[in-house]
Structure formats: C-alpha cells, structure tokens
C-alpha cells in the first residue's frame, strides 16, 4: 500500500478534489499538497478529466486508473474535439467516494475571464468558441460568467450544511490555514504554500 507523509496510508486520508475552474489557484493548491509530501494530481495534459469521462460512461469508478493519488485537480480537458469538465461531476464524486472533501476554488470572476481570454495567447478561449459557438470574445466571456454563476451556485447548495466536507477558498485572499483546517489528516505546512504558475497564485 502507497503511504503518505508521516507514513499515512493514501486509503486513509480523505481524497481531496479541487471543483473549481482552472485559471482559479488550481496548480498553486496543487503545488501546496505535492510540497508537503503527498500524491496529487494536476491536469495531466488532458488525462485526468478524458479519464474520469471514460471510466463513467464505462460504469467503472471514477478515478480507476488513478488510485495511487489522493489529490485531484484542474480536471479539465479542452481540445478542438471536446471540452470535458471533470470538476463539474462532483456529486458523482461525492456518491463514489463518501469520504472526500471538496475545495471550491476561487477568485473575482473579471480577473479569471481576462487570464482565460489570454491564456497561451488566445489559443485556449478560441477551443471554447468552437464549442460554445461563441462569435466573439466579449459573447464568450458572457458565457463564462453565466457558466461560473451556475457552477458556484449549484457546488454551494449541493454543500450546503456540509462545512466539514466543503471549502470555498479564495485564492487571492484566503490563507491556507482555511485548507488545513478543513483536512487536518494531512497535517500540512503552512510555510509550504507558495504562488505557482505564469499567473501567479492564480494560475
């Protein structure tokens, strides 16, 4: 059996999944988790989220394929093909998984649709335009921003009287203090928790 830090067995901390978009602290949240010792998972060019789709239209669980990591992260993929949001099955997540936490990353809505809108200069959001058939950036920065309501609000609710299981951290203005306090049994290292990424503690 894998261990974690402090010999803990990976089955015997809660796995951890980051529901909020990317561009949003998602490597920076990652980075604390990794730095402090333990299994995490980020994107993987696209895997994880291709992954996670496939095993739930296979009826297999979800994260088969990866039972080694208890971290989970920017579960997105995006290409001219598909746009396959993982992040978004946290229910399904929830219902697989029973004892999992659940971080809804965060920050000001108008700064996280001009980092998409320039992310790898401009290539990212014209995916989305294609799948959104959005006819110009100002249409699909709309979008986003009903797309980011819907999602804050449907996590928040489907959470809701759930504190121990749920966190909504702002990555601009939380500290992690908030992030080990809602998972103890990691017993992270606050002066571990360091920006990552070209954006920053936003990226």
């Known amino acids: 059996m894998k261990k974690g830090k402090?010999?803990?067995?990976?089955?015997?901390?809660?796995?951890?999944?980051?529901?909020?978009?990317?561009?949003?602290?998602?490597?920076?949240?990652?980075?604390?988790?990794?730095?402090?010792?333990?299994?995490?998972?980020?994107w993987d060019d696209g895997n994880l989220a291709d992954t996670i789709f496939r095993n739930l239209g296979a009826s297999l669980p979800l994260l088969t394929g990866y039972e080694s990591y208890s971290v989970f992260s920017d579960m997105e993929r995006v290409s001219r093909e598909a746009a396959l949001e993982a992040y978004k099955l946290y229910a399904q997540l929830d219902v697989s998984y029973p004892n999992s936490v659940f971080i809804l990353n965060t920050r000001d809505v108008d700064g996280w649709i001009r980092s998409r809108l320039a992310a790898g200069e401009g290539r990212y959001a014209k995916k989305w335009k294609h799948h959104l058939k959005a006819k110009s950036d100002e249409e699909l920065a709309f979008l986003w921003r009903q797309d980011w309501e819907t999602h804050h609000r449907n996590a928040e609710r489907y959470f809701s009287g759930r504190p121990s299981r749920f966190l909504k951290f702002n990555i601009e203005t939380d500290r992690p203090e908030k992030i080990n306090q809602l998972v103890p049994e990691y017993g992270l290292d606050p002066e571990k928790y360091a920006p990552r990424g070209r954006g920053g503690p936003t990226s």
């Open 6 to 42: 402090k010999g803990n067995a990976i089955d015997s901390l809660p796995r951890v999944f980051v529901i909020g978009f990317n561009r949003c602290g998602t490597r920076t949240i990652h980075w604390y988790f990794k730095a402090n010792g333990h299994r995490a998972i980020h």
